[in-house]
């Protein structure tokens, strides 16, 4: 019986686990960790957005700009075969109102448990506490509560996670063990910006800002996003990161539903007596902490007949990335250039990379957890291919 070695014990790493025995392989997977799934267990906490009910060409867009090696992987087992496997796993989902996909159970432990079984039957093997160290001329080197130990098998797959929520088990520390690998440098992707607030602005921390357009380039995005004692932080600027990080300039439409025009006209027909605040509450239904991000970044404001452009495009000035710890996710990894499109290591035959490992990114919302589904599916099924071809 051919063997396979898979290394992390994520989403992605059960995934090729799941296929290698499905197509007959003895498998082991070696987790650095004391348990397995940790970080998705902590999505669960949320709900555990599995994926997105979307068209395919709409879904795919999430992954730009790394379709090169991508679109046929997610295209394989986008969100429908999302919820195909939830079910079979005997987990019921329902799509939302913002097209998410969750389980019913709205958290993570039931799917993980069933999973496990499913991978017990199979006779996949689990080895928790074994942390990759290396590679030798004896195999792969761990480290384990019993001594090192090396091992070796017939293919390999890489899940090792990214380079977020190290206490999760995501460290990065693959990225010096893959010395013949082409990498690409760790930036943080899904995560808050940091911005020194006036004193003014402390009574609004943890307000959502909602009813808003956040504009980055020519992409406009309708979503919320809270206003934090450390920054920007949420689902809205989540979705316009990527750009940010790379230095693109924040606005922000509040009133995304009326022209300049309009928004003059509907102040206008307040008193003139009254103070902005008021006149924009109820002219235009801002909530405090909505004008008091306008005073925080508009500064010095225009006459009030004037003011709809600033209105229209807020910019908004921050002093970066929150740390590469506290991202959600990772940019960076295993160069998509370095890949077969097996997603096998050019550089070592036989060694397949999956997850959130490989240099790729997407915004929140499922497109994560699908994408590291995708490519533990993907790299399995070819792994086997591999094994059994040789």
């Known amino acids: 019986m051919k063997t396979a070695l898979v290394i992390g014990a994520g989403p992605a790493g059960l995934m090729a686990a799941d296929r290698l025995a499905d197509k007959g392989l003895k498998v082991t997977i070696q987790e650095a960790n004391p348990s397995v799934g940790r970080k998705l267990l902590m999505a669960g906490k949320s709900g555990l957005n599995l994926t997105k009910d979307e068209p395919i060409e709409e879904f795919l867009s999430a992954y730009q700009p790394h379709l090169g090696v991508l679109e046929p992987v997610i295209r394989e087992f986008s969100s429908k075969q999302v919820k195909e496997w939830a079910g079979m796993l005997g987990q019921e989902v329902f799509t939302g109102s913002s097209q998410r996909v969750f389980p019913v159970a709205m958290k993570a432990s039931p799917l993980l448990r069933a999973w496990l079984r499913r991978l017990h039957l199979a006779g996949v093997q689990i080895n928790t506490r074994h942390r990759w160290v290396g590679i030798s001329d004896q195999g792969f080197c761990f480290d384990t509560p ?4 090396a091992k070796t098998a017939d293919v390999i797959v890489l899940a090792c996670g990214g380079a977020s929520w190290s206490r999760l088990g995501s460290d990065g520390a693959f990225s010096s063990l893959l010395e013949k690998v082409e990498m690409v440098p760790f930036r943080p992707a899904n995560m808050g910006f940091v911005v020194d607030w006036s004193d003014h602005m ?3 921390f943890g307000t959502p800002i909602k009813g808003i357009a956040l504009c980055v380039n020519d992409r406009r995005v309708r979503a919320e996003f809270i206003l934090s004692q450390r920054g920007l932080e949420g689902g809205g600027i989540y979705a316009v990161s990527a750009a940010m990080r790379e230095g693109a300039t924040l606005t ?5 539903d009326l022209s300049v025009d309009e928004v003059h006209r509907k102040l206008s027909k307040t008193p003139v007596k009254q103070s902005l605040p008021n006149r924009l509450r109820k002219a235009l239904g801002f909530v405090p902490a909505k004008t008091a991000l306008l005073q925080e970044f508009g500064r010095p404001l225009p006459p009030i007949d004037k003011i709809g452009h600033l209105l229209k495009a807020l910019p908004i000035s921050h002093k970066g990335p929150r740390p590469l710890d506290e991202a959600i996710s990772v940019a960076g990894g295993v160069a998509i250039t370095a890949l077969e499109p097996s997603l096998m290591l050019k550089a070592m035959p036989g060694v397949f990379a999956a997850g959130e490992m490989l240099d790729w990114e997407a915004p929140t919302g499922g ?4 994408g590291c589904l995708a490519t ?3 790299a399995g099924d070819h792994a086997a291919d591999w094994a059994l071809a040789q």
Do not use: Q
């Open 146 to 149: 019993d001594g090192p130990v």
């Open 202 to 204: 402390a009574r609004h």
């Open 252 to 256: 922000i439409d509040l009133a995304p």
């Open 367 to 370: 497109y994560l957890l699908t």
């Open 376 to 378: 533990g599916r993907w």
